[in-house]
């Protein structure tokens, strides 16, 4: 019998794919370590496959499952698996780049209205009682007229003056990163804006699709009305010089990741420099603390990381995450045109195979 380990709950494609297709009999457990911890040899020697979607895999638990041949991470990046280590025992990283593509790039254009028009923080204004009267009876022209909202309270904020904001038509939108995401969001934005501009190398290279100007960060930063971060890096890419080199009246949009973003200089860009406003899906610390300045700063829209949380989200992860598992046993099948992490392990991870049992039979 051939065990396939999973931390993570599976349905759709990906369990068909392991289940029907491969005949392995899936285990799910609270986590594979300890799991493979209260293994015995035997039990070890039975597991062809470990699926996760946060719990770190470490050269550990992939040394000491022989047979092992996939790890499956149905995220954009597996993160959390030593691919190192994975090469090294010839075993192959399947993952799902692009899972969330469709779902961020919607959230990213809905961050950019809920900035640009004030419509989270003109909510929230509401909601805490800012905006609201004091009294409950309503004012003589309010039922019979569509008239500017004005507080009874002299000196009060009017809605309708404090919270203009510009019109899309007339903006330019500059994207750093140009993968799955950044494609997706700069489809959503053509049409809507004035212009789009990309930051990427690879754009720069093979040119980054019509309707789009590709340049440099420096040279687009002082003429972007929006920058939109969509690149994944360990190391920032927008500290203090890029901020202080956007436009002035500016805003800018984070739904990448904490990693790339300088948070201080955020806020030091928002209350003496250029930026007019922000909007935030990850942070430095998550969940946010509430002692952080992130949280009362009015120049800023915030939402608790959820870009990627659409419906569909999960159901396309597991149909790329199986296409890679089907793919690896198709005798010749591009790896490179898979989604596998890491493709140049595949001859060894054919000979891998050659020492075990045979994938399409260890079920029997």
Not at 98 to 120: M, P, Q, S, W
């Amino acid at each position: 019998m051939a065990l396939a380990l999973s931390s993570t709950a599976l349905a759709g494609e990906l369990l068909s794919s392991l289940t029907q297709r491969r005949g392995w009999d899936v285990r799910q457990v609270s986590s594979v370590a300890s799991a493979v911890t209260a293994m015995s040899d035997a039990e070890r020697g039975q597991v062809r496959a470990v699926i996760v979607e946060t719990e770190p895999v470490d050269r550990g638990l992939i040394g000491s499952l022989v047979n092992l041949e996939v790890v499956i991470c149905p995220r954009s990046e597996p993160v959390n698996v030593d691919v190192q280590a994975a090469d090294d025992h010839g075993v192959a990283v399947i993952h799902a780049p692009g899972r969330n593509a469709e779902a961020v790039a919607d959230f990213t254009l809905g961050l950019c209205l809920a900035a640009l028009r004030h419509i989270a923080t003109s909510y929230q204004a509401i909601v805490s009682g800012e905006l609201t009267s004091t009294d409950s009876g309503p004012g003589p022209a309010m039922a019979k007229a569509d008239v500017i909202w004005r507080p009874r309270e002299p000196g009060r904020v009017i809605p309708y003056l404090a919270y203009k904001g510009p019109e899309l038509s007339g903006l330019t939108v500059g994207i750093i990163g140009y993968g799955a995401v950044g494609q997706a969001v700069a489809r959503r934005f053509q049409g809507l804006v004035q212009r789009v501009i990309i930051v990427d190398p690879l754009a720069s290279a093979q040119g980054p699709g019509a309707g789009f100007v590709s340049m440099s960060l420096r040279d687009m930063l002082p003429v972007a009305d929006v920058v939109t971060l969509h690149a994944r890096s360990a190391t920032i890419i927008m500290g203090r010089d890029e901020l202080f080199r956007m436009k002035a009246g500016s805003y800018l949009i984070n739904t990448a990741r904490a990693t790339v973003l300088d948070y201080d200089a955020l806020l030091a860009a928002l209350d003496s420099g250029p930026l007019r406003g922000a909007a935030l899906d990850v942070f430095p610390e998550e969940p946010l603390p509430h002692a952080s300045p992130l949280r009362t700063h009015a120049g800023l829209t915030l939402t608790p990381h959820l870009a990627g949380a659409s419906e569909k989200v999960g159901d396309r992860q597991y149909a790329i995450a199986a296409s890679g598992l089907d793919g690896v046993y198709e005798p010749d099948a591009a790896w490179e045109r898979l989604p596998v992490r890491n493709p140049g392990v595949r001859e060894s991870w054919l000979a891998h195979q050659g020492t075990t049992q045979n994938p399409s039979t260890a079920s029997s």
